[in-house]
């Protein structure tokens, strides 16, 4: 019997006592134990194959187990649900959505014309002289192409296509242009720039000193060119003023006809200057600087009239004042009639616009400009001023010209001490202690200060002069010398 045949707890244990046998009997055991070793090798072999069946079954399962793995992990051609990879892709053959084909890597443009390249992708020019206009190429400069298909077309006439081109070396700008399939023509470049070329298309933050609170600072007021605002510092060649700091802006009809306005910075009065320029043959030719007159650097006198302020004191019947920016901590007081002191001055301001230290007072007149008060003053030893007001009166002229005024029943003689008419007011022009913050001191204008005609001060009108308790003396009261008077000489 085989070694290799059935195990050994198989085999079952017999005692035979072998004795003499003939031939016959020797050859009948032999055959009968041949029989039994090819009876025992067919067993062997049936046992093994049943252990390899059982090996292979076993490995089926495996094998199948993979499979149904392998196909859960496997993208479908027929689900419609989102489906992932976690992994990489490599594709060896193109790809395409909806028919239309996707770049997978860069392809080199050659000499062929950029009208050809509408399939979507990324293309690449790596040779200047290849880029030329011919070819529809928005610079002859070597670059990279970007196509993208928008999936939507026109039939007959393809889709609608966009194209960028990037210049190489280059990030601050880009070329970007559009197939309109409806036309089936192409758009012209447009350049793209980023914000350090300042996209003309695109202010960006303080562009020409917008949205910023720092202006465009320049080193000479003449080179401000396009519409904007502008700033210098001091000692700025042609500036209003180079002892001062300035922010203003630049305009104009066009680059012939500019003009340029300009406040002093760094303090709280406002000074305002401007100029125009105009430009011949290519040359400019600016104005000088004029400052502009407003509320903060003049005064309306007690009569109308706009003067240069700075400071100014209104002085009322009553005793009390109005007092412009220039002028604040003054006091005034009425001591008595026609008298009055005005506190806190240092006497009146030497302007030549007013006429000099002793010019500093504009007092009211009439509807025939004939003055309604004759005034005096005195600069006391501590600079207050007192002012002393008197009655006047004209012995000239019609009845209701002569400025005649009852008490009592009687006219007021002329030179009478009288209180500032109600309703009107004298103007004195101060001289104030010095401060903490220096008055400003505008550069001349040329003639500012020359003599000028003084012009006519308007008329008082009836209701005014009704304000004023006037009536008209009769010509026998004129007669009794009521009226002393002379015509004061024009």
């Not at 009211?364 to 008060?373: E, F, G, H, S, Y």
Request: proline share 5%.
């Amino acid at each position: 019997m085989s070694t290799e045949g059935l195990p050994v707890s198989n085999v079952v244990a017999t005692n035979v006592e072998l004795g003499p046998r003939s031939t016959a009997d020797a050859a009948n055991a032999a055959s009968s134990s041949q029989a039994a070793d090819s009876a025992a090798a067919s067993a062997d072999r049936a046992w093994k194959f049943s252990n390899d069946a059982a090996a292979s079954a076993a490995a089926a399962k495996v094998s199948e187990d993979n499979s149904a793995a392998a196909m859960a992990n496997a993208l479908s051609k027929v689900v419609t649900t989102e489906q992932s990879v976690a992994g990489a892709v490599n594709f060896t053959k193109s790809l395409s959505v909806n028919s239309v084909a996707v770049a997978t890597k860069s392809t080199p443009l050659g000499t062929l014309d950029l009208n050809t390249f509408t399939a979507e992708g990324t293309y690449f020019q790596n040779t200047n002289a290849n880029a030329i206009l011919a070819n529809n190429y928005p610079t002859n400069v070597a670059g990279s192409l970007r196509v993208i298909n928008h999936v939507a077309s026109v039939p007959g006439n393809g889709y609608y296509v966009t194209q960028i081109y990037y210049p190489y070396r280059n990030s601050t700008f880009f070329y970007s242009r559009n197939y309109d399939a409806s036309t089936a023509e192409w758009s012209g470049w447009e350049i793209f720039n980023s914000i350090l070329n300042n996209d003309g298309r695109y202010l960006r933050v303080n562009a020409y000193g917008l949205g910023s609170i720092n202006s465009i600072s320049y080193s000479d007021a003449n080179t401000v060119g396009v519409n904007q605002f502008f700033r210098m510092s001091t000692n700025t060649p042609n500036s209003p003023s180079q002892t001062a700091w300035w922010a203003g802006v630049a305009g104009g009809y066009d680059e012939y006809g500019r003009y340029q306005f300009a406040f002093a910075q760094g303090g709280t009065k406002v000074d305002l200057r401007a100029r125009v320029c105009k430009n011949t043959g290519g040359i400019q030719t600016w104005s000088d600087w004029v400052t502009l007159w407003h509320s903060g650097n003049t005064t309306v006198d007690a009569n109308g009239f706009i003067k240069k302020a700075s400071p100014i004191v209104k002085l009322f019947s009553d005793g009390h004042s109005d007092l412009n920016e220039q002028s604040q901590g003054v006091t005034t007081e009425r001591i008595d009639t026609g008298h009055y002191i005005v506190h806190g001055v240092f006497g009146f301001n030497s302007d030549p616009a007013w006429g000099g230290p002793a010019g500093g007072i504009e007092i009211p007149t009439d509807q025939n400009k004939r003055p309604l008060i004759w005034v005096d003053y005195t600069v006391l030893a501590d600079g207050d001023i007192e002012i002393k007001t008197y009655h006047r009166a004209y012995k000239t002229g019609p009845e209701f010209t002569r400025n005649i005024v009852l008490q009592d029943g009687k006219a007021i003689a002329d030179g009478t001490p009288i209180d500032i008419p109600a309703g009107r007011w004298i103007d004195l022009r101060v001289e104030m202690p010095a401060s903490d913050e220096l008055e400003p001191n505008p550069e001349p204008n040329p003639g500012e200060g020359e003599g000028t005609a003084e012009p006519e001060q308007p008329a008082v009108t009836e209701t005014e002069a009704m304000a004023l308790g006037k009536e008209q003396l009769t010509v026998a009261e004129l007669e009794n010398g009521e009226d002393t008077n002379d015509e004061p000489k024009e």
